[in-house]
């Protein structure tokens, strides 16, 4: 597939890019690779090829699903400005 001028042009106002006239060209013959190359891969036959997110295999571990609070509330209580009773204490907003 081949890129033109015009085509750049306008995916480069759509990117928000400037992209000067004397760029149009090489520019235009890069994507064009790029695009071949991509049109190159596309022939391969992936039939039976599961997907994967990493080339080495590994099983992550696993944990208990469940809902904790931390148990670090004075840790974090630490932090704020002021606290009361074991909650942040806030100036009141509404009237």
Same mark, same amino acid.
């Given at each position: 597939?081949?890129?033109?001028?015009?085509? %750049?042009?306008? /995916? @480069?106002?759509?990117?928000? /890019? !400037?992209?000067?006239? $004397?760029?149009?060209? *090489?520019?235009?013959?890069?994507?064009? +690779? /790029? /695009?071949?190359?991509?049109?190159?891969?596309?022939?391969?036959?992936? #039939? +039976?090829?599961? &997907?994967?997110?990493?080339?080495? @295999?590994?099983?992550? *571990?696993? !944990?208990?699903?469940?809902?904790?609070?931390? #148990?670090? !509330?004075?840790?974090?209580?630490? #932090? @704020? *400005? $002021?606290?009361?009773? +074991?909650?942040? @204490?806030? &100036?009141?907003? %509404?009237?």
């Amino acid at each position: 597939m081949s890129i033109d001028r015009e085509t %750049v042009q306008k /995916i @480069a106002y759509l990117a928000r /890019i !400037r992209v000067d006239d $004397d760029q149009l060209d *090489p520019l235009a013959g890069e994507i064009s +690779g /790029i /695009i071949d190359w991509i049109e190159q891969l596309s022939e391969l036959d992936t #039939n +039976g090829v599961e &997907p994967m997110a990493s080339v080495a @295999a590994m099983t992550l *571990p696993m !944990r208990k699903d469940a809902v904790t609070d931390g #148990n670090c !509330r004075d840790g974090v209580l630490k #932090n @704020a *400005p $002021d606290s009361e009773d +074991g909650f942040f @204490a806030v &100036p009141k907003v %509404v009237e």
